[in-house]
């Protein structure tokens, strides 16, 4: 999660990301609960219902691939 403030420390901007990390980013090379596991998030989040959230949902490999190049 991320927040931008402004030079008065008034909340501005907001980004809100779920990212699930995994030794790949190829389904196949998963165990099948992890695969579920990522497809039930994709669903959540991405899906239909789930893109009204405002909550983008990624699966990355690393924290180095989150924005900013750095763990949260």
Known sequence: M???TDQFGEAGEKL????ETKGS???AEL??????K???GSRHF?????GATGV???LIQKADDLP???AV
Do not use: H, M, P
């Not at 809100?16 to 990212?19: D, F, N």
């Open 2 to 4: 991320w927040e931008e």
């Open 68 to 70: 900013g190049g750095k």
């Open 38 to 40: 990522i497809k039930c």
């Open 16 to 19: 809100y990301l779920v990212r």
């Open 31 to 36: 165990y099948l609960s992890e695969q579920q």
């Open 46 to 50: 991405n899906g239909a219902l789930g």
């Open 25 to 27: 980013t190829n389904l």
């Open 56 to 58: 983008d949902f990624k």
